[in-house]
């Protein structure tokens, strides 16, 4: 190969590689995308991917001005180096760039290796398996129960004690039979005075009510240790892979929210990891799975590593 056709080749494969779109007058450009991660199946999963699309329109900086840049020469004179490379790179519609891969129809189809550079995790498939949430429906139902359980009980002793008071009342109302006499007119008055002097002490000897219990205190419900929201428990022999380790859950869902505002294909949950709590994007029973993730992750994300659960 002509050394100054392989210098511009490995110059668009840097540019390539680092997200650069190139554009080929005359020809097109060529612009790097990420397709996102998505299912195939239940259990498995396309890793995100990094590709080259071809466009027809000039978008980005010419070649030209990168190779004026790079060589740090004016760009009339890349201006040529391009006019020369593409008189042996581009031929009957097809742009050939060793090294990258090859244009036709426009359609780039890349080399094995410059695609590997590309996707160092690789193209298979990854095994994923479903986070377990807490049931928050059947939690919220079982405080209400234990409230709707506190209130009934509390009404119950409430109309209880109030029975019993009116019962004691009753009793207390004692009537004192007396036999029938009788009542001469001369008597009458004479009558009636000494059953006001009796009256007095016959009442007196009748207790006016009873001695009340003591009310009985209703019981509060046993209120049940709630989890933290959004907090989740490890599974053992799980592998998970970690983003931080934080000594607070407000960290760790701020963490959670700023790895997905860098790249939208991060869903990560936080776990307890003994006092302090762990941000993870993915946990398998599979090691191999959980470093495939990892390294598709590396270039936005290279703090992170993995720990098997106990």
Known sequence: MNPMVAEVNRLIADLLAAGQAVAFPGVGSLIPVRRAAHRISKREMMPPTRAIDFSSELQGKTLAE????????????????????LGHTYQEEVLTLEGIGILRQKHLTLEEAFDERLNPAGRKPMAVRRRRR??????????????????????????????????????????????????????????????????????????????????????KPVEQEQPEVGVMNMQSGFYYVILGVYSSPENAKRAVEQAAEKDETMRCGVYRFGSKWMVSPFESEDHEAANLFRKAHAEKFP????RKAN
């Open 303 to 306: 703090e992170l590593w993995i």
């Open 134 to 219: 807490p049931d928050w429906m059947l939690w919220v139902g079982v405080v209400a129960i234990l409230i709707a359980g506190g209130i009934g009980y509390y009404g119950y002793t409430k109309i209880y004690r109030t029975m019993g008071e009116r019962t004691e009342q009753q009793q207390t109302e004692v009537v004192v039979p007396t036999e029938p006499q009788e009542i001469t007119p001369a008597a009458e008055t004479e009558s009636v005075a000494e059953a006001q002097q009796e009256t007095p002490s016959e009442a007196a000897a009748v207790p006016n009510v009873a001695e009340k219990p003591a009310p009985v205190q209703p019981t």
């Open 66 to 85: 990168q190779i004026a840049r790079a060589a740090g020469c004016s760009l009339e004179q890349a201006e040529e180096i391009y006019g020369r490379w």
